[in-house]
């Protein structure tokens, strides 16, 4: 279990983003397991995202953002995470072990990086790919991109005497949870969606153990 609120006053938060997981079901995650009260605002169609960024409503014309007090802004997915995690205790102290689960979750994103690019190449100025070229994009993420960087996080948790990344859960698993569960869920096409099951033990036993947390049950009864 995590440990209990910090001893200060917590602001008001408000989640904007789409109502999909994406980059924003961490934040939602890390807010229920603190039992930090979230406002979580999702979009009601493509088009209301669009009129808000055009309005100049996003700092870094992007979601997700999270607005404190009604006020400030903040944006980049990790960075809203970091905060929440540090208001509620997921995030360390300690500057080396904090050190650590910044490792993690920049790895994580430099993969999940090389799906985007994929998946949405005009946002990182590609040509918009035919079938067959995405295909074999993929097919190469698969086969030659993937399996060393889930090797990488797969020997983190070994160094540990429990399921997660340090002694204790942090930030770090609830993003490693995410970007997982989106690789199981099949909608990548033509990537291995059985790749964590059957090669990655350690990594398949944190997504069961975060599953099962009685925190992550609740929030997803409520959905």
């Known amino acids: 279990h995590p440990p209990p609120l ?3 006053s917590t ?19 890390a807010c229920a397991l603190q039992d930090i009260p979230l406002k979580d605002t999702r979009f009601k169609s493509y088009e209301e995202f669009v009129k808000m960024k055009e309005s100049g409503k996003f700092n870094y014309g992007q979601v ?8 400030v802004q903040l944006a980049q997915s990790t960075a809203i ?34 799906i985007n690019n994929s998946t ?17 994009i993929r097919v190469r993420l698969s086969k030659d991109i993937l399996p060393p960087k889930l090797a990488y996080l ?17 930030i770090a698993d609830l993003k490693v949870w995410t970007f997982l569960k989106l690789l199981s869920k099949g909608v990548l096409d033509y990537m291995d969606s059985g790749i ?5 033990p350690l ?12 925190g992550v049950k609740k929030y997803y009864a409520k959905k």
């Open 6 to 8: 910090q001893d200060m």
């Open 203 to 214: 990594l398949q036993r944190m997504i069961e153990a975060i599953d099962n947390l009685p």
């Open 81 to 114: 995470l970091r905060y929440v995690g540090k208001l509620g205790g997921l995030y360390p102290t300690d500057a080396l072990q904090a050190a650590k689960v910044d490792a993690v979750m920049d790895l994580v994103e430099e993969t999940w990086g090389f």
């Open 154 to 170: 797969e020997a983190h948790i070994k160094e540990t005497s429990g399921v997660f990344f340090l002694e204790k859960i942090s």
């Open 11 to 29: 602001p008001s938060l408000e989640l904007i983003y789409f109502d999909i997981p994406g980059k924003a079901e961490f934040i939602r995650l």
């Open 196 to 200: 964590v099951k059957k090669s990655f």
């Open 64 to 71: 997700p953002v999270l607005v404190i007090d009604g006020k």
């Open 120 to 136: 949405y190449p005009a946002r990182y100025g590609l040509p918009v790919w035919d079938e067959k070229t995405k295909k074999d």
